[in-house]
């Protein structure tokens, strides 16, 4: 499950926090922080990475996204994934927004075949945060810098010996030769009775701390490599040599300065004597100024020992480098054929992974088929249906043509009535046409029977004008023309 300290806050701590309480577990539940994108997927650039162990594929690279509108009121979108997000039992279309409350059900990808829920399902729930606390699922970044951590302390002892406090010999050589130069200087004396500062002054600090330790014995040698603890078996002479060359170097530093020491006490006597007697005790000062060479001449020939020195462990640590350059050599062949068999055994584990994977996506394809097959079911239904409904439709408009046709038409014009007008014999006809035949005889055309009256009838016209308006475009114009044809014709 992880640690997810790296959640607690002082503001947070005591309050109450909105979160997707994943079903049936006390594990893997989602915090929904304030003012905060919350992204679900099993790809590496979300919040929450979820890595389905039953079929890997089902939750997207980046599935879905929940966050806060203006308003605070959490929502959640399907970011075109593959399963889909479903929230109360609906599928969400996808890139829409909608809006979450508590108690909602929310469910990611589709469960598979004999199972009867999915694998990821959640509620949306805001409880306590001592509640929470204990069954959050760490954040992805966290998980990351974990990884790191783990790669780190796999290469703890390649870093340390790799490190800035350890000093190889050329770092060594170097320093030897800075010492090797300034020891090479002449020491001359700058008057009578006056010494120049002695060419020991110059040393490297550094170097010159080279003594035994009080309290071992034991020579300390700061700035050299640990060679001994890499590779021990296979250079234990060459360590051996460079050892005794080493105690033969810090003997002779010990030695110089101890020259040095006394050119100073033997400086001062001088100084001190010229300022007790000028005249006086002139032996005295010569005899000690001679003393003073003497231990120059001395401190010239052991550095000259010393340079000799220094020459021959430059050469024992270039043999000394280039040996270990070649057991480095064997040991990174030996590290690289390590690293092919793991990487080996890693490609044969992604091989068998990458075959559950195309078995668990091949059966959410068949589920995805058997859907599509039920779809196109429908599809062929409503297709027959609304082909029934077009057959009715041609025949409701058939039938009212002919009712059109056979008892809304005029029998003097031949046209659909314009201005019914019924007789007293209960026969209709066209304003038009009854008052034209009216001019010849005053008798029903279809009876024969005397007219005696005309009665408009309203109601007939509106029944229509309203059936006429579901009839082509020529019927209509073809009417239009005759309404105003007859009325220009009433004008005259």
């Known amino acids: 499950m992880g640690e997810p300290g790296f959640f607690v806050t002082g503001d947070r701590a005591g309050g109450r926090s909105w979160c997707l309480r994943r079903v049936g577990m006390s594990a893997g539940w989602l915090l929904l922080e304030d ?124 870093d340390e010996l790799a490190g800035p406090g350890a000093e190889g010999p050329s770092n060594l050589k170097s320093k030897i030769n800075k010492v090797s130069c300034e020891s090479g200087q002449p ?3 700058q008057g009578k009775g006056e010494v120049a500062s002695t060419p020991s002054d110059n040393l490297d600090p550094k170097l010159t701390a080279l003594e035994p330790s009080k309290t071992t014995g034991a020579p300390i040698y700061p700035g050299f490599p640990k060679v001994t603890e890499v590779h021990h078996e296979q250079k234990a002479s060459n360590s051996s040599a460079s050892q005794r060359s080493l105690q033969m170097f810090k003997v002779t530093m010990s030695r110089i300065l101890r020259l040095k020491i006394q050119m100073q006490e033997k400086h001062e006597a001088v100084m001190n004597v010229k300022k007790q007697t000028q005249k006086g005790n002139s032996k005295k000062v010569v005899q000690m100024e001679q003393e003073l060479q003497d231990l120059q001449s001395q401190l010239c020939a052991e550095q000259a020992q010393q340079q000799a020195r220094v020459e021959q462990l430059e050469k024992t640590f270039q043999e000394e480098e280039q040996h270990l350059q070649g057991l480095e050599i064997a040991q990174g062949e030996k590290d690289l054929k390590q690293q092919l068999a793991q990487a080996l055994q890693e490609h044969w584990a992604l091989m068998e992974e990458l075959n559950r994977s195309k078995k668990d996506f091949e059966a959410i394809i068949q589920a995805k088929n058997k859907e599509l097959e039920q779809t196109k079911v429908g599809l062929c239904v409503l297709q027959e249906e609304k082909e029934k409904m ?103």
């Not at 389905?52 to 308003?71: A, G």
């Not at 599928?91 to 199972?115: A, F, M, T």
């Not at 007789?423 to 034209?436: G, M, P, R, T, V």
């Open 35 to 158: 003012g905060c994108e919350v992204t679900v997927g099993r790809g590496f650039g979300v919040t929450y990475q979820l890595v389905s162990k039953i079929c890997p594929l089902m939750i997207s690279r980046n599935h879905c996204v929940l966050k806060q509108n203006p308003e605070g009121q959490w929502t959640i979108m399907d970011n075109k994934s593959l399963n889909g997000v479903w929230l109360n039992r609906a599928r969400l279309e996808p890139l829409r927004v909608y809006s979450i409350h508590q108690g909602d059900y929310i469910q990611l990808g589709v469960p598979l075949e004999n199972k009867e829920n999915a694998e990821y399902e959640y509620e949306v729930t805001e409880e306590d945060w001592e509640t929470i606390y204990p069954c959050l699922s760490p954040k992805n970044d966290q998980m990351i810098e974990k990884n790191k951590e783990l790669r780190t302390k796999r290469k703890f002892s390649l």
């Open 187 to 189: 020491v001359k004396s």
């Open 390 to 492: 077009q057959a009715q439709k041609e025949e409701v408009l058939s039938h009212m043509n002919d009712v059109l046709e056979n008892e809304l038409q005029c029998i003097i014009c031949s046209e659909y009535f314009i201005e019914a007008v019924t007789l007293n014999c209960a026969h209709s006809f066209c304003s038009y046409c009854i008052n034209e035949w009216m001019k010849r005889k005053i008798e029903c055309p279809i009876c024969r029977k005397d007219i005696k009256s005309k009665t408009y009838s309203l109601v007939l016209d509106n029944c229509i004008n309203k059936m006429v308006n579901n009839l082509s475009s020529e019927v209509k114009e073809r009417r239009i023309v005759l309404i105003r044809e007859r009325k220009a014709k009433r004008l005259f």
